[in-house]
């Protein structure tokens, strides 16, 4: 049974460095949502694709924040000039159909 | 409008007793009520869902309550068992293309041997 894969799982960074967490979403899912998590709270919307179209983006997403879904297989979500404030888990999550999603483990990470 | 509310933060019960967390919610365009269950370092695994034109759904120990009027949805869970202890998020999604879930802010559940 192959779920929802991320990695790296931990990341450990400099504030000012650029890092890139990678998501497999389960074979044949068609959407993948970024959602990030931080201590003490559930999960918020970041970002959602389509296949390879990114159709919604949350006001969260700052300009540092990109993500790609390029052949709508996996999904890479870059953060620019890490700051302390990015210190998060960063979750994936895929659907097939409109409504269940499966998230992933997680990229935990660490903005120093 | 977006904003999920969840009660209580934390709640310590028994084995073999029930526990019960509550969630409520603004925005009526909301029509889809999943209950997540989190495990430390785990990400998020769906229990049970329920939409506005049903009162209650059962699968397992687990039950979903849903008041449409009041804007409130709770899960029980019944025999609570040591291995529950974990955290739980309910949400909810609206319509629309994305679907995209909006949490509560998590019940942390113990379940005392």
């Known amino acids: 049974d192959t779920g929802v894969s991320q990695d790296p799982r931990h990341k450990i960074t400099k504030r000012g460095q650029n890092v890139t967490f990678r998501c497999d979403p389960i074979?044949?899912?068609?959407?993948l949502y970024w959602y990030r998590q931080t201590l003490g709270q559930g999960p918020e919307f970041l970002t959602y694709f389509q296949n390879e179209a990114q159709l919604e983006k949350s006001r969260l997403l700052s300009d540092r924040f990109s993500a790609e879904r390029p052949k709508g297989s996996f999904s890479t979500l870059e953060i620019q000039r890490t700051e302390q404030g990015d210190s998060a888990m960063y979750l994936c999550?895929?659907?097939?159909?409109?409504?269940?999603?499966?998230f992933g483990p997680g990229t935990r990470l660490t903005v120093l | 409008q977006q904003q999920v509310k969840q009660s209580p933060q934390s709640l310590i019960v028994q084995k073999g007793g029930i526990s019960i967390i509550n969630c409520a919610y603004e925005n009526t365009a909301f029509d889809y009520f999943p209950w997540y269950q989190q495990f430390p370092g785990k990400g998020p695994a769906l229990l049970i869902a329920i939409r506005p034109d049903v009162s209650e759904k059962k699968e397992g120990r687990f039950t979903i309550s849903f008041n449409k009027s009041a804007k409130q949805f709770s899960l029980h869970i019944m025999d609570s068992q040591p291995g529950d202890s974990a955290t739980y998020f309910c949400?909810?999604?609206?319509?629309?293309?994305?679907?995209?879930?909006?949490f509560g802010s998590g019940t942390q559940l113990t379940v005392l041997p």
């Open positions: 999550a895929s659907s097939l159909q409109a409504d269940t999603q499966y």
């Open positions: 949400a909810a999604s609206t319509k629309g293309s994305a679907r995209q879930l909006t």
């Open positions: 074979s044949e899912h068609n959407r």
